[in-house]
Each structure stands twice: as structure tokens, then as C-alpha cells.
């Protein structure tokens, strides 16, 4: 039971370029989240999904967007990186009736 | 717009001392959580209060849910370097999405 992992855990893009951030989760969990994390901000959620095939915006979606074309796995898309973007990005799920969140190690990136 | 203020912001104490962080909104909340996050990971639950002017205890850490639901504190008794790390506070709005504090980075120094 691996819990949440996400990929990569680090990358560094150039200004312009695309990447596609995967988290994937082994719990049957129905919520699934994207976050990220800067300095002195806390956890600032991107968007989220509440079951296979739905997704919604959250409080910082722009320049973002997401699938989940299955249940376990929720992807994070940057069609054209910027340097704001530089953060480390957290996945995390959650099942029906519960509130607790279960975060992955978080990915890294470097936006130049 | 952060609904969730934490404070303080930065903690560097001694082993041994005790220590609070206080988690305030305005707005209501239907359950609030403490998380602790080490560097290098995501963050990992402590606890969930639920009744406003609920205390639970997690061996050295006692936390507080206000009576009102708006605030929360987090206290720690004979802080250990192992009690290092980023304290996050989460509010829930819904039964599936949480605002989170800005966090609290305490540094336990031996």
C-alpha cells in the first residue's frame, strides 16, 4: 500500500515549456486535490476532483489544468510554464465521508 | 486572501520549553485540523477537532478548538528537537475541502 506518490519529484522547465505533473493514489480514494506551496503561503489549492472524470477550480487554477481520466490517478498540466509557477506541488485524496488528507511527498519544480 | 492566520509565523526555542501557535479566522468552520510537515515531505495529520471548545491531547500536544469554531491553538509541553517542522492549521468549509493556514515553522534547538 504505497498511499499517494507523485512524479517527478523534481524538475527544472524554461519559460514556455509544458509538463504534466502525475499523482497516483492506491486507497480507492473518490477526492483527489492539487496544491502548491510557497514561501509564507501555506497550501494554496489549484484544482480538484471529486470523482473519475470530474474536476473544478480551486483558489489559484490559472495556468493550470487537470484530468482524471481514472480513479486512482489525477494529472497536473502547465501548457506553458512560467516563472510564478516555481513552487512545489502537493497531490493529495481523501475518501467519502472523511476528512482527512493524504498527501504525497510533493513535487519540485524550477521554472527559469 | 488567507481566511486562516497562523502565529507566529517563525518559532526557534530551547528543548525543554513549552510553546503555543495560535491558528484565527472569521469564519466558521464544521472541524479543524493540525498537520505537521518535515522538510522534504508532505504534510501528515495530528488531529481533527470537531465540538467548539474541544481539547484533545497527543502526548505532549494539547490542541484547542475555540468555542465559536473560528480558532484553534496548538500547544506544546517540554518541546523536543524531534518536534521540528512546519505546523500547518486546516479549517474545513465542506465535507471534502480544506483552507490551510499559512503555517508555523518551529525550529527545536537541543
Known amino acids: 500500500n504505497a498511499g499517494v506518490t507523485q512524479t517527478p519529484k523534481f524538475r527544472v522547465l524554461k519559460t514556455g515549456q509544458s509538463m504534466t505533473l502525475l499523482c497516483a493514489q492506491d486507497m480507492n480514494h473518490e477526492y483527489m486535490y492539487w496544491y502548491r506551496q510557497d514561501p509564507g503561503m501555506g497550501l494554496r489549492l489549484i484544482h480538484y476532483s471529486v470523482g473519475e472524470g470530474t474536476t473544478a477550480k480551486g483558489e489559484v487554477p490559472d495556468g493550470y489544468n487537470v484530468s482524471r481520466l481514472k480513479k486512482q490517478n489525477f494529472l497536473l498540466g502547465l501548457e506553458s510554464a512560467a516563472p510564478s509557477q516555481t513552487s512545489v506541488y502537493f497531490c493529495a485524496s481523501t475518501g467519502t465521508g472523511q476528512e482527512t488528507q493524504y498527501f504525497g511527498p510533493g513535487t519540485r519544480l524550477l521554472v527559469l | 486572501t488567507q481566511l486562516l492566520e497562523q502565529s507566529p509565523q517563525f518559532l526557534s526555542i530551547q528543548e525543554g520549553e513549552n510553546l503555543t501557535v495560535y491558528c484565527n479566522s472569521s469564519?466558521?468552520?464544521?472541524?479543524l485540523q493540525w498537520y505537521r510537515q518535515e522538510p522534504g515531505e508532505g504534510p501528515v495529520l495530528l488531529v481533527t477537532v470537531v465540538t467548539g471548545g474541544e481539547v484533545k491531547k497527543l502526548k505532549r500536544l494539547t490542541f484547542q478548538f475555540g468555542d465559536a469554531r473560528k480558532d484553534s491553538s496548538l500547544h506544546i509541553t517540554a518541546a523536543q528537537p524531534g518536534d521540528t517542522g512546519l505546523y500547518l492549521c486546516?479549517?474545513?468549509?465542506?465535507?471534502?475541502?480544506?483552507?490551510f493556514g499559512s503555517g508555523t515553522r518551529l525550529l527545536v534547538r537541543p
Open positions: 469564519s466558521v468552520f464544521s472541524s
Open positions: 486546516a479549517g474545513a468549509r465542506s465535507s471534502y475541502k480544506l483552507i
